[in-house]
């Protein structure tokens, strides 16, 4: 079976990534920290393991903010446009990342497992047919087919043994 390869980029083209595999799972985001972040309604990120991420091209800027449980989320970003390409979250580190879908050739290409902080999203918003929404978060062993949650979990006992 050939893996499935994406490709992606920055808006000022100096940036160009490869992303390897399937993520494993992806999120269309209404909380308010993605709405200030983004400056949009909502945000839509790929989670995978960090080794699946290649960069071709370009440079990464980190930026640091607060994520939801308060720990630091790591933004990083192209350093010449400031295009957000990918974030690191507390609760996997430096092992997965979750990348903004928008930012791939063919954002199309994914649809999202999950629209999650419903609860939060602007009012005149309408939530899409056919995909799982929850008002906060979700529990990704019930949401996410078996081997998927397998590769989860296997990242969060490697953070783990880390720790
Ligand atoms: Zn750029
Ligand atoms: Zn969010």
Redesign the pocket.
Known sequence: MSETIREGGCACGALRYRLRGEPIFVNN??????QQQTGGT??VNAFTETENFELLSGELTQHTVKS?SGGPHRIFRCTHCGTAIFSHYPRLGELGLGLRVGTLDEPASLTPDAV??TAERMPWVTLPDGIPQFEAYYDPARVLPPERFGRLADMVRRREANA
């Open positions: 985001c209404h909380c308010r920290q993605c909502s945000v939801g999650v902080f």
